[in-house]
C-alpha cells in the first residue's frame, strides 16, 4: 500500500463519498462481549450470542465495508493513489470516532485495493475496508502482507492516529 500511496498525494480527505459518509455518520454500537461494531451494518440477521474467543473473528465479518470508487475512474493516472487515500480516509476517521470506546486501543482496519490494472474489472472493484479487535480469535492473515500481489493492503491501529498526520505516520512508520 505504501508504494500506492507514495504515487501522489497522500493528505487524508475529510469529505467521503455518500456510501462511506453514511457508514460514518452512524457511527459505533458495543454488540455481544463488547464488540465493537459498525451500527449500520450489524443488527437484525447477526448472531447475538458469541463467546468471548470470537470477538476478533465476530466484528471482521460484520464490519465489512465497501467503498465505491466509480467516481475516481477518469483519472486513470491518480486513481490508486485516490483509491487508497479514500480507504485509509474512511479507516483512521472512523477509528477515531472509536477512539473512547472500551477496547478500542486493540481496534485495527484494513485498506484493500486492487492494483492489477490488467483485470478487465480493474475500474469497477471499490475499496474494502475491514474493523476488529486483536481479542480472541481475530484474522492474522495480515501479518504477511508480501504475499498478496493483485491487491495492497494496509494494516492500520490507533497508534497510527498518534500525531497531527496519520498518513505521513503510517508510510513512514519502521
Same mark, same amino acid.
Given at each position: 500500500?505504501?508504494?500506492?500511496?507514495?504515487?501522489?498525494?497522500?493528505?487524508?480527505?475529510? +469529505?467521503?463519498?455518500?456510501? =462511506?459518509?453514511?457508514?460514518?455518520? $452512524?457511527?459505533?454500537?458495543?454488540?455481544?462481549?463488547?464488540?465493537?461494531?459498525?451500527?449500520?451494518?450489524?443488527?437484525?440477521?447477526?448472531?447475538?450470542?458469541?463467546?468471548?474467543? +470470537?470477538?476478533? $473473528?465476530? !466484528?471482521? !465479518?460484520?464490519?465489512?465495508?465497501?467503498?465505491?470508487?466509480?467516481?475516481?475512474?477518469?483519472?486513470?493516472?491518480?486513481?490508486?493513489?485516490? $483509491?487508497?487515500?479514500?480507504?485509509?480516509?474512511?479507516?483512521?476517521?472512523?477509528?477515531?470516532?472509536?477512539?473512547?470506546?472500551?477496547?478500542?486501543?486493540?481496534?485495527?482496519?484494513?485498506?484493500?485495493?486492487?492494483?492489477? !490494472?490488467?483485470?478487465?474489472?480493474?475500474? =469497477?472493484?471499490?475499496?474494502?475496508?475491514?474493523?476488529?479487535?486483536?481479542?480472541?480469535?481475530?484474522?492474522?492473515?495480515?501479518?504477511?502482507? +508480501?504475499?498478496?500481489?493483485? +491487491?495492497?493492503?494496509?494494516?492500520?491501529?490507533?497508534?497510527?492516529?498518534?500525531?497531527?498526520?496519520? =498518513? $505521513?505516520?503510517?508510510?513512514?512508520?519502521?
Amino acid at each position: 500500500m505504501t508504494n500506492v500511496l507514495m504515487r501522489g498525494p497522500a493528505k487524508l480527505s475529510h +469529505e467521503l463519498p455518500p456510501d =462511506l459518509d453514511q457508514v460514518a455518520r $452512524a457511527g459505533w454500537v458495543l454488540g455481544p462481549c463488547g464488540a465493537i461494531l459498525l451500527k449500520s451494518l450489524w443488527g437484525r440477521g447477526w448472531r447475538t450470542s458469541i463467546d468471548a474467543s +470470537e470477538v476478533g $473473528a465476530y !466484528e471482521y !465479518e460484520v464490519n465489512d465495508v465497501y467503498g465505491s470508487l466509480a467516481d475516481l475512474a477518469a483519472d486513470q493516472a491518480t486513481y490508486l493513489n485516490r $483509491a487508497a487515500v479514500r480507504g485509509f480516509s474512511f479507516a483512521t476517521r472512523m477509528l477515531e470516532y472509536a477512539a473512547a470506546l472500551p477496547d478500542a486501543d486493540r481496534l485495527t482496519a484494513t485498506v484493500g485495493i486492487s492494483v492489477d !490494472e490488467k483485470d478487465e474489472d480493474f475500474f =469497477l472493484q471499490g475499496v474494502t475496508i475491514r474493523f476488529f479487535s486483536r481479542r480472541g480469535d481475530y484474522p492474522t492473515w495480515f501479518e504477511d502482507l +508480501e504475499r498478496y500481489r493483485s +491487491e495492497a493492503i494496509a494494516v492500520v491501529d490507533m497508534a497510527d492516529l498518534a500525531g497531527p498526520d496519520p =498518513l $505521513a505516520k503510517f508510510l513512514y512508520r519502521k
